[in-house]
Nanobody
């Protein structure tokens, strides 16, 4: 059974950095790609970034491109989201998901989610 778990959330000031990790267990060989999404209360889950396990393909939301970097370590079965120059509007619960089929930016393309990690950017 495949499981994913996020870690690394916290509270930081604007302009600072934070790195999230998403550890996968189980049949990761059947996972073609992983995605990061975020969600704030009352809003839909929003695409942030995605990466193929072999690292050949990445995709970013325009709002984070140039500030966030997604990477993968297949040996550790872990995907990372390095977040730099954080802004208050980046505050959200961040989720990683296992991509199944379809566009990276679509939540319906993912079949499994972690429990989420809270990121708060505040002065």
């Amino acid at each position: 059974q495949v499981r994913v778990e996020e870690s690394g959330g916290g509270v930081v000031q604007p302009g600072m950095s934070l790195r999230l990790a998403c550890a996968a267990s189980g049949r990761i060989d059947i996972m073609g790609a992983m995605g990061w999404f975020r969600q704030t209360p009352g809003k839909e889950r929003e695409f942030v970034a995605a990466i193929a396990w072999n690292g050949d393909t990445t995709e970013y939301a325009p709002s984070v491109k140039g500030r966030f970097t997604v990477s993968s370590d297949s040996a550790k079965s872990t995907v990372y989201l390095q977040m730099n120059s954080l802004k208050p509007e980046d505050t959200a619960v961040y989720y990683c998901g296992v991509h199944r089929l379809g566009p990276f930016s679509d939540t319906w393309s993912y079949k499994l989610w972690g429990q989420g990690a809270q990121v708060t950017v505040s002065a």
